[in-house]
């Protein structure tokens, strides 16, 4: 088995974090956290356990974060006893070749998506019952029992040639889907509960800070989902902007000054201090922050209406200093989102990853001009290089195993056209 994986080896990370202001190629060293392993195939732990082989596996930037060194050892995730490695790569599909004797929800050959494998344990991966609120739900990624350390853990991710996984922490998809859109369920699955999260209403101005991959999604869940708001996007690159015009933005900004754009689209009142400090009086009705940098949660704060609502999509794994003065002076509500769960959608409770299927049957969500470069696994310096450097062109990035892709699409071609 070949994986990349991260340990928390908090001395490493800290002497990495040191150096790579002088030294940017210490992450790729054997300094590093990281490493790029082959592994002894490890035998299924338990009879509810299958195998996967991936397929396809797409860069996300939370992965390349953990990869770099940019996760701080003081974030409160980093107290959990349950995070201690992690298998990088969780926007994967596959193809189960293995199941133990109590598996019941798949069968060998089936294609599948991880689910919850990378968050982390849930209730159900444990077999502990009964399950806590949040399982119960179906909001598997905030498991209370994540850390109690009950049973044994996957071993493998997305990045590398298979994994191991309680057949819980997968998802089987469809056969008429391609590899690319099963690929793309997960990733769009967190811009499509960050819209439910707090969906505009007809006629609502609403913003979308940052046009990478998470914010071009979320300019086609909200098209998707709220047909009628107006969206406004915040780009930095060419090749962005004409994507979010493709996919459905009204308005699009390349390295404009927000706040001006926030006057002129929405007719908010600018004022400025005299230390420099800037605030609007009207403003958009949501702001969706798909980068979640220290800079953009503060401006986005400002953005935002009186009454309004900033969501934040894009994380950053470290302590920020903000300024959250808005969330009470003028009760803007800032709301977080974390990977996908249960949503309640057309007076139904459906998970979000059924939700992402639908609508990408439907041809309401897309993948079409998204995934801009393909690697292979022997590749994935010049990948992870090529994910960071948006002047590459690059959107989505990903890894693709050659003959399993290669059989998937002949099965997916022979479902669709028998």
Known sequence: MQAIYVDKHIPRLLLVKALKRLWPGVVFSPLSPARFAALPDPPLPGPRWVRVRNV??????????????????????AALPGNQRFYLGHEVVGEVVEVGPGVTRLQEGDRVIMDTRFQGATCYSQEIEPPCRHCARGNLALCENASAGVGPRGVGGGWGDMF?????EVYPVPDDLTPEQAMMVEPLSVTVRAALRRLPALDDRVLVVGCGIVGLNMVQSLRALSPGCHITVLARYPHQAEAARRLGADEVAVQDDPFDVAARVTGAKLYTG?????????????????????????????????????????????PMKVDLTPVWYQEVDLVGVYAHGAECWRGEQRRTYDVVIELLRQGALTTSGLITHRFTLPQWREAIRTAVDKRTGSIKVIFELQESAERFRRKTHATAHP
Do not use: K, W
């Open 56 to 77: 396809v596996c797409g860069i996300c930037a939370s992965d390349v974060a953990l990869l770099m060194a940019e996760a701080d050892p003081t974030i409160a995730p």
């Open 164 to 168: 191991t996984a309680h057949e819980t």
């Open 274 to 318: 005299i230390l420099g400090n800037r605030m609007t009086l009207g403003g958009f009705d949501v702001v969706y922050d798909c980068v979640g940098s220290a800079t953009t949660v503060q401006d986005s704060l400002r953005l935002a209406r009186a009454g309004g609502a900033v969501v934040m999509v894009g994380i950053t794994l470290a």
